[in-house]
């Protein structure tokens, strides 16, 4: 037996040549393993491939009996083949009777054979067969031969993936690339969605493996690697990151990673061993992610999708390709795949093609999750892996009812749910019938529903819905979508438009709501330790004023002759408001002053969002106009809970007797003073929930134009009277039954109130 370091690229070379031949698969399988065999002079190899049903299916030997090829079989975890599959490890043995996991196969005729290397055949870390050779003499394989097999496994996995030993698989089973998958997750934006997965951070599908020129390779890694470790250093000894903290930290780790010589050291043997640069860093990222995913200590999980960035990164660089796919690029039935994204982000995909979301992370209220909601996008968000499992192009079903995903469904499932997307349309076109018919209770009570909007897309939803009117115009995702910061000309072009729209119907514009997780990508910003509660909104309007300014006037031209109505939030004390008002009262005098036309009417509010403000409702209420309730933040803020981390997300519910307490303060408050007053978070769109804001008093609400259908059925059944009478009992301190869920669950089911 014969060791030989040029081994790897030789076989390469061959292989190249093998791959390129117009032959069929399995007669491609069977020269590929008596090349392989030669090459490092074994007695057999053999490839083993992975069925749905979790079983090893022999494909192709050379050595062993060929009538045992698709008849011989291992389970995963069964015998020396099984336990490389299930550990995605290679086994290197120059006696394998003596190892404790030796299953022999009499099928085969291995019985004669001693010493055995195997390596799985990874894509993504994703084990898709394994690849043996053996021999009679009692040997360990040396480094190099290990080194060919796995560079060929990669080659094998390609065709794997590629669907070409799909042509060969017993048609009872099929591989395991194309079994179908269920996952759970948490429902984040009800409705179902059926189409083909599109990766949010798609993994750059590399064609060329085979090096013609080992040197050159390895001069195109040494430059990428350059590039990507400065714009690293860049981003590190920019001001735009901070001295200390957690992000700091995660960027350091990145570094870190970005210069690791023991990882840079396996990519270049893997150029030296014939691969192409960008070949040689998916084989290594595979293999140590395969390994890695195997590991329960959370810490190194959580760095392996660090990993998993820089090598995907690294690739793109080498290939001059840009991050994320193109719009052409895009099916008309996408589902986005990812591990979490920014509302802006979801934007850029466009509208008219997007048929669900789903994510690894993602919190009920996150903003993300609010813009599909407004979209009537189907998401579902905790859906373990589910990067790692889709291919791109894969057949794929999101229940964002249930938190249910369906990837790669079995055709009986997919017509199952074909149905339940025509029940919907059916139970949609239900509630648009009831589109003109008022929003009254069954006791009288006028309750008026208005939706959320932040596009020109939105403003059809007006009419089709039948909405009373924009509740909540959230100015800021024209500023998220744009490459640019808008000019005060674009903002009122913008403005007008909308105003046009609406029919005549009110319109509530927020001013300007950024920071936290709504970055813009061309505005400089900060990194903090809790953004949500730092720089952001109202606070970084007041502190840069010609931003606000610039807005105010627009705003003040768009409705010129016209009514307007303009609230700000995130106002923690009165003062702030007054500030902003002043902005305002400046804006129009500059503009009386240029005998510009004004508004007819201007209305200026504030978005109660932060619990101080429930201590200064009566100073409050004495100078706004009206007042809206941000339910959301109002809620994160109340309980403490970070609306983006999904650990404690649903912890708290915000039909609890303290937070529905501070609710009915506001409303009691408001309506003392006489002041309009709305609620426009995402409680007012849950027809349950919606229910005891009734209850509490709350006669204008504002949601995502999807949800007005299902409310608006809600409260043409709903007794209110009654049904505030029964809530406010229970919500006094020491009431036995303090489960205000259950209790209107139970309501509604007595009183037959549709929800």
Not at 108 to 125: H, Q
Request: with cysteine; glycine share 8%; aromatic share 4%.
């Amino acid at each position: 037996m014969r060791s030989n370091l040029a081994g790897p690229r030789l076989l390469l070379r061959r292989l190249r040549e093998v791959m390129a031949a117009p032959i069929k698969a399995q007669e491609r399988l069977d020269k590929i393993v008596v090349l392989i065999a030669s090459n490092v002079v074994a007695e057999v190899c053999s490839v083993y491939i992975l069925r749905a049903d979790g079983v090893l299916e022999l494909y192709a030997t050379e050595g062993l009996k060929r009538e045992a090829v698709h008849n011989a079989s291992l389970r995963v975890g069964e015998g020396l083949v099984g336990l490389i599959a299930a550990e995605a490890r290679p086994l290197n043995l120059p006696n394998a009777s003596a190892h404790p996991g030796f299953a022999y196969l009499p099928e085969t005729g291995e019985e004669a054979y001693n010493s055995f290397l195997g390596v799985p055949i990874l894509r993504a870390g994703r084990t898709l067969g394994v690849l043996v050779v053996q021999n009679q003499s009692h040997r360990t394989y040396l480094e190099d031969e290990v080194e060919a097999l796995q560079t060929t496994a990669m080659v094998i996995a390609e065709m794997v993936a590629a669907g070409e030993l799909e042509a060969i698989s017993q048609k009872a089973t099929g591989l395991d690339m194309s079994r179908p998958i269920a996952s759970s997750g948490v429902g984040l934006a009800e409705g179902v969605g059926l189409g083909h997965v599109v990766l949010h951070e798609p993994r750059v599908v590399v064609t060329n493996l085979i090096s013609e020129d080992s040197d050159k390779e390895k001069q195109r890694l040494d430059g990428a690697i350059n590039r990507l470790r400065l714009s690293i250093d860049d981003l590190l000894a920019s001001g735009e990151i901070a001295a200390t903290g957690e992000h700091r930290e995660v960027l350091e780790a990145y570094r870190m990673f970005a210069y690791d010589r023991g990882w840079i050291r396996k990519i270049e043997e893997a150029i030296k061993n014939g691969l192409t640069a960008e070949a040689a860093v998916e084989k290594v990222q595979s293999d140590t992610r395969a390994r890695m995913l195997r590991q329960t200590d959370p810490y190194l999980r959580e760095r392996l999708h660090d990993l998993d960035d820089l090598a995907h990164r690294l690739i793109r660089e080498l290939m001059g390709r840009e991050h994320g796919p193109g719009i052409d690029e895009l099916p008309q039935d996408a589902i986005i795949i990812g591990r979490n994204m920014g509302a802006a982000e979801l934007l850029d995909y466009g509208r008219d093609r997007i048929r669900g979301l789903v994510l690894e992370e993602g919190g009920p209220t996150s903003h993300v999750t609010i813009v599909a909601r407004a979209l009537g996008i189907p998401a579902v968000g905790l859906v373990e892996d589910i990067v790692s499992l889709a291919d791109g192009g894969d057949a794929i079903i999101v229940d964002g009812d249930t938190g249910e995903v369906h990837l790669r469904p079995a055709p009986d499932l997919e017509n199952a749910y074909a149905e339940k997307v025509r029940f919907r349309a059916r139970r949609q076109a239900q509630y648009r019938r009831l589109r003109n018919k008022p929003s009254v209770t069954k006791d009288g009570v006028e309750v008026a529903l208005q939706m959320n909007a932040g596009l020109l897309v939105d403003l059809p939803h007006l009419e089709e819905a039948g909405a009373a009117g924009i509740g909540l115009f959230r100015t800021e995702l024209q500023f998220m979508v744009a490459s640019s910061f808008p000019r005060m000309r674009d903002q009122q072009a913008q403005y007008a438009q909308i105003l046009d729209a609406s029919g005549g119907k009110p319109v509530t514009f927020r001013s300007l709501d950024i920071g936290g997780d709504k970055v813009l990508p061309y505005l400089r910003s900060i990194l903090e330790e809790n953004p949500a509660m730092g720089w952001r909104a109202l606070r970084l309007g007041l502190d840069r004023p010609g931003l606000l300014r610039t807005q105010i006037r627009a705003l003040l031209h768009a409705a010129a002759g016209r009514d307007l109505k303009l609230m700000f939030p995130m106002v923690v004390e009165v003062d702030e408001f007054l500030q902003a008002r002043g902005l305002v009262e400046k804006e129009l005098k500059h503009l009386r002053r240029h005998e510009h036309q004004v508004p007819e009417t201007i209305r200026l509010g504030v978005m109660v969002e932060v619990p101080s403000l429930l201590f200064q409702l009566e100073e409050l209420l004495g100078h706004v106009d009206f007042i809206s309730v941000g339910s959301n933040d109002l809620f994160q803020f109340f309980c403490a809970v970070d609306r983006g981390n999904t650990r404690v997300a649903d912890r708290f519910d915000p039909l609890s007797p303290p937070f529905l307490r501070a609710l009915k303060q506001i409303v009691d408050a408001a309506d003392k003073a006489h002041v309009p007053v709305t609620l426009c978070g995402e409680m007012a769109g849950n027809p349950l929930a919606a229910m005891a804001l009734i209850g509490l008093g709350y006669r204008n609400l504002s949601m995502s134009p999807a949800s007005l259908g299902p409310v608006k059925a809600m409260l043409r059944t709903l007794d209110a009277g009654r049904l505030s009478a029964r809530l406010l009992s229970r919500m006094e301190p020491g009431h036995r039954d303090s489960d205000i869920r259950a209790f209107l669950t139970r309501f509604a089911e007595e009183m037959d109130v549709a929800l």
